[in-house]
C-alpha cells in the first residue's frame, strides 16, 4: 500500500463514528488517551517519533470521530411530527398513481423532504401545493435483525412521510424556481424514456440513468437480486463512474487537456449526481470519483489508497450519519477490492487469453465480487454463486445503455433519428434482461443466505487483505487456503446453541405471525402476515402478500431458517394467510396445517396453489388430534370442531385453528382470530385451556377473550398482535381490561415491536424480550 498515511487517520475517524453509534465510544477515549500518553513518551526517542507522530494523528482522528456522531447523531427534526398541519412545498419526485392516490416527494418550504401519499387527482413535477396531512416519522426496526426504514430513507434524502395528506391548493411549476428544474428536467427526461421504449426496458434504464423507482414485475427483481445485478437498478458508483469517463474522455477529445478535463468532469460528475435525485449513495459516488480525477489531474494513480481514504475522511464529515450504513460498506469494499485483485486478477487472465478490454471487465467484475458478497448476501439475504458471471456480460452493456440513453434523450427533436437511438436500446436492455433471465434459471442460482454477524465480516475483510498480501509475494496456495477459511466463516459463522423453545410474534402490523424454535431447531410458522383483502388482486398477486415478501421471509432467513418443519393457518382471512405464498415460495415447508373452509380470497388461493406447486401436503387438524415433535414438544388442538359453527357473528374467524403449545411444564395457547362463540364451545367441551401464555384472539377485539375464558387460561402473559393506529379500534379497552384484572402482563406488537417468548420447559424459566421499549421516544418527538 505504499505511503498511504491517510489511511490510518480515515480508518480511526470512521471507527470513531461506529464506535460511537453502538454506545461504546467511552472505550474509544481511552484507548485515544493511553495512544497519546504513548506517542508522547515515543516521541524521544528519534527513530520512533515518526511512527508516534502517526498514532497520535490516527488516535486524534478516532476521537474527532466520537466528537463528530454524538453531535450529528441524534434524529432530524420535525416540529409538527405526529400532528395534522397544513404545509406549503414543491412536488419533486415522479408521482405513482392509483386507484387509492397517489405518492410523491414533497420538499418542504425551509423544510425537509418528506414522502406524501395523498388523495385526490394526482399533482405534477414541480408543482406548488398547499396540502393537509399528518407528519409521521419512518419506523426504526421493529424485529430482530430488520434494517432500519428510517436509515434507508434518509439516504434517499426523506426525512419522513406524510400520511392521510389532501391537496387543498396548487400551482403550477414556478419557472423562476432553480430548485425545480431538476425535478422537472428529471420528469421530462423520464417521459420521453417510457414514450419510446416497452416495459421493462424503460424502467431499467430510468433505475439506471437516475434512480427512478421503476414497477419492476415481481418476479423479474428477483431475478436481479438472484443474480448478484440488483445495483444496475439504482444510481451509484458505477453509473457515475460511467459518466465520469465519458466526461473526461470527450474533455480529452476537444483538447482540454488532462487538468482541465479532470477538473471540469468533477463538475459534471457532481450534476450528474444532483440531477440523480442527490441521494446519499450517489454523493458518496460522486466524492471518491472526484478525489481519483483530482489524482489524474496532478499525474497520480486514479486509484490509490490515499484518493481512498481522503474521500472516506470527507464523507465522513460531511454525512456522518451514513457511515454506519451499508451501502457505506459497500461503495468502500468494492473500490477496495478492485485497488486489491483488478490488476492481479487481470495478469492471471491473460495466462487463458483474455485481455483488452474483456480481460478488464472480467478482472473487475471479479474483484468486486470479491469485496462485496458478503454484504450483498447480508442485504438481499440471497447468495449469488452466478453473480461474478451475470456482471461480466451486464455490466458493460449497462455502460453502453446509459450512453445510448444520453443518445436518446439528446435526439429527441430528431424524429427519424430518435427511433434509431430507441431501437438500439432496447436491445442492450433486452439483453440485461435475457442474461438475468437465463443466470436466474442456472442450478442452484437462489441460495437463502441467513446474514453473517458483523465480527464475521470483518474477519473476512482481513482475510481479503492478508490474500492480497500473499498473491503479492507469490503464496498464492496459502492464499487460496485463507481465501477459503475466510468465505467458510461467511457462510458457516459459529452461533451459539439454544436449548430453550423459543415463540416470536412478529410485527407485521395489523395481521398475525409467529415462528415457533424447538429446542433442537424444529421451525413452525403460525400464520403468515398480511392485510385483509378489499377487492382482487393485483395481475396474479395479491396486495395482501407484499408483508410475506418484506417481512415476515427475511425475518425467518435472518433467524437462520431455510425450511420449515409445518406453517400453521389459522383461517383464510388475508391478513393471516397474506404471507404464506411467498413463504412457500422461497422456503417451501414440510406439511400445511388448514383450518379447512371456504373462502374466496385471493391470497388464500395463490398459498393453495404454491402448496400444490411445492408438493406441500395439506393437512385439517381438529379437535383432539395432538402433534408431537422429537424434542419434547407437543401441540395439542382444540379447534375447530366438527360440525363447524354458523351463524355466528364471523364463521370464518369462530372456527379458526385453536392449539396448545406444551414443552415440558411451559404451557403456550394459540386461537387465531376465535370470538366468543368458540371460546364457550371449547370451554364447554371441558377442555384444558390452561397457559401461561396466551396469544390473545382477534387482536385484542371486543368480540373475543371473554372473563370466563381469560379465566379458563389464566396466563401471566397475554401478547397481542395489532397494527399502530388501526381502523378497528384493536385492541378493545375492555379487553385490556379484562387481561390486567385477572393479573396478565400484556405485550403488543404496535408498542413492543416484536414480541419473544423463551422457555427452558418451567414457568419459571419463561422469559419476555419485547424488541423495542414500551414507549417509543421517536412517536412523541421526532
Known amino acids: 500500500m505504499g505511503r498511504a498515511r491517510l489511511l490510518l487517520v480515515a480508518a480511526a475517524l470512521i471507527g470513531g463514528i461506529l464506535c460511537e453509534e453502538r454506545g461504546v465510544a467511552a472505550v474509544v477515549l481511552v484507548v485515544v488517551a493511553l ?66 392516490g397517489s405518492t410523491f416527494a414533497l420538499r418542504l418550504d425551509h423544510g425537509p423532504t418528506l414522502e406524501t401519499a395523498s388523495i385526490g387527482e394526482p399533482p405534477s413535477v414541480g408543482d406548488r401545493v398547499r396540502i393537509r396531512g399528518r407528519v409521521e416519522p419512518f419506523d426504526e426496526a421493529r424485529n430482530p435483525g430488520e434494517p432500519s426504514l428510517r436509515a434507508l430513507e434518509a439516504d434517499r434524502g426523506v426525512a419522513g412521510r406524510l400520511a392521510h395528506a389532501r391537496i387543498l391548493a396548487r400551482e403550477p411549476p414556478d419557472d423562476s424556481d432553480p430548485s425545480a428544474w431538476i425535478p422537472r428536467a428529471r420528469a421530462w427526461a423520464s417521459l420521453q424514456l417510457h414514450e419510446r421504449l416497452d416495459e421493462p426496458a424503460a424502467s431499467i434504464l430510468a433505475g439506471a440513468m437516475w434512480g427512478e423507482r421503476g414497477a419492476l414485475a415481481p418476479d423479474l427483481r428477483a431475478e436481479f437480486q438472484d443474480t448478484g445485478t440488483t445495483h444496475v437498478l439504482v444510481t451509484a458508483g458505477l453509473h457515475l463512474g460511467v459518466i465520469a469517463a465519458l466526461a473526461t474522455w470527450l474533455l480529452g477529445v476537444a483538447g482540454a487537456g488532462r487538468v482541465w478535463s479532470a477538473l471540469l468532469a468533477i463538475g459534471i460528475v457532481w450534476l450528474y449526481a444532483e440531477f440523480s435525485g442527490g441521494h446519499l449513495p450517489s454523493l458518496r459516488a460522486a466524492t ?52 486489491l485483485f483488478a490488476k492481479p486478477f487481470g495478469r492471471a487472465l491473460e495466462r487463458f487469453g483474455i485481455s483488452g478490454f474483456a480481460g478488464e471487465a472480467v478482472a473487475l467484475t471479479l474483484a468486486t465480487q470479491v469485496g462485496t458478497w458478503p454484504l450483498t448476501a447480508f442485504a438481499f439475504l440471497v447468495f ?56 436466474a434459471q442456472l442450478p442452484a442460482a437462489h441460495v437463502v443466505a441467513t446474514p453473517a454477524p458483523v465480527w464475521a465480516i470483518a474477519a473476512y475483510d482481513g482475510a481479503v487483505v492478508a490474500v492480497a498480501v500473499l498473491i503479492h509475494r507469490g503464496r498464492l496456495l496459502l492464499a487460496a487456503a485463507t481465501f477459503l477459511a475466510g468465505t467458510a466463516l461467511v457462510v458457516w459463522p459459529p452461533r451459539p446453541p439454544s436449548h430453550d423453545l423459543v415463540v416470536t410474534a412478529i410485527d407485521v402490523g395489523q395481521a398475525d405471525a409467529l415462528l415457533i424454535r424447538t429446542p433442537t431447531g424444529h421451525a413452525y410458522l403460525v400464520d403468515a402476515g398480511g392485510r385483509l383483502e378489499r377487492g382482487p388482486g ?209 405485550y403488543r406488537t404496535d408498542e413492543d415491536g416484536a414480541v419473544t417468548i423463551g422457555s427452558d420447559g418451567t414457568s419459571s424459566g419463561t422469559a419476555v424480550r419485547p424488541f423495542l421499549t414500551r414507549v417509543d421516544p421517536c412517536r412523541r418527538c421526532w
Request: charged share 15%; aromatic share 8%.
Open 35 to 100: 495512544v497519546l500518553c504513548a506517542g508522547a513518551l515515543a516521541a524521544n526517542v528519534s527513530r520512533l517519533a515518526a511512527g508516534a507522530r502517526l498514532v497520535a494523528y490516527g488516535a486524534t482522528a478516532a476521537a474527532a470521530g466520537v466528537a463528530l456522531a454524538s453531535l450529528r447523531a441524534g434524529p432530524l427534526g420535525i416540529d409538527a411530527a405526529g400532528r395534522t398541519t397544513v404545509f406549503d412545498g414543491t412536488v419533486v419526485s415522479d408521482v405513482q398513481a392509483d386507484a387509492f
Open 288 to 339: 471518491m470519483i472526484s478525489f481519483g480525477l483530482c489524482a489524474h489531474a496532478c499525474g497520480r494513480p486514479t486509484f490509490s489508497w490515499n484518493a481512498l481514504a481522503a474521500a472516506a475522511i470527507v464523507i465522513g464529515v460531511a454525512w456522518t450519519r451514513s457511515v454506519d450504513s451499508l451501502s457505506f460498506a459497500l461503495s468502500f469494499s468494492c473500490v477496495a477490492a478492485i485497488m
Open 384 to 439: 449469488a454463486p452466478y453473480a461474478p458471471l451475470a456482471n461480466a456480460l451486464v455490466v458493460p452493456a449497462v455502460a453502453l445503455a446509459m450512453l445510448t440513453g444520453v443518445a436518446l434523450i439528446a435526439a429527441t427533436p430528431v424524429g427519424p433519428l430518435v427511433h434509431v437511438v430507441a431501437n438500439v436500446e432496447e436491445s442492450l436492455l433486452l439483453w440485461i434482461v435475457g442474461v438475468v433471465r437465463w443466470t
Open 538 to 746: 393485483n395481475g396474479a398477486q395479491s396486495p395482501a402478500e407484499a408483508i410475506g415478501e418484506r417481512v415476515v421471509v427475511p425475518f425467518l432467513v435472518r433467524s437462520g431458517i431455510h425450511r420449515l418443519d409445518a406453517v400453521l393457518i389459522s383461517h383464510p382471512h388475508g391478513d393471516h394467510v397474506g404471507g404464506l405464498a411467498p413463504v412457500l415460495r422461497v422456503l417451501g415447508a414440510d406439511v400445511f396445517a388448514d383450518s379447512g373452509q371456504t373462502y374466496p380470497g385471493h391470497a388464500y388461493h395463490d398459498a393453495l396453489d404454491v402448496a400444490a406447486f411445492r408438493h406441500v401436503p395439506i393437512v385439517y387438524p381438529r379437535a383432539g388430534a395432538v402433534w408431537r415433535t422429537d424434542d419434547g414438544v407437543t401441540f395439542r388442538f382444540y379447534g375447530p370442531t366438527l360440525p363447524l359453527l354458523t351463524h355466528t357473528q364471523n364463521d370464518i374467524n369462530n372456527n379458526s385453528l385453536m392449539f396448545r403449545l406444551e414443552y415440558e411444564r411451559f404451557r403456550m395457547l394459540f386461537t387465531g382470530d376465535a370470538g366468543a362463540e368458540a371460546e364457550a364451545r371449547v370451554l364447554a367441551s371441558g377442555a384444558d385451556v390452561s397457559a401461561d401464555v396466551l396469544k390473545v384472539g382477534h387482536h385484542g377485539s371486543a368480540y373475543s377473550s371473554t372473563p370466563d375464558f381469560i379465566h379458563a387460561v389464566s396466563p401471566r402473559i397475554a401478547i397481542i398482535s395489532v397494527g399502530r393506529d388501526n381502523l378497528f379500534g384493536h385492541p378493545a379497552s375492555s379487553t385490556i381490561a379484562t387481561f390486567h384484572a385477572a393479573g396478565a402482563a400484556v
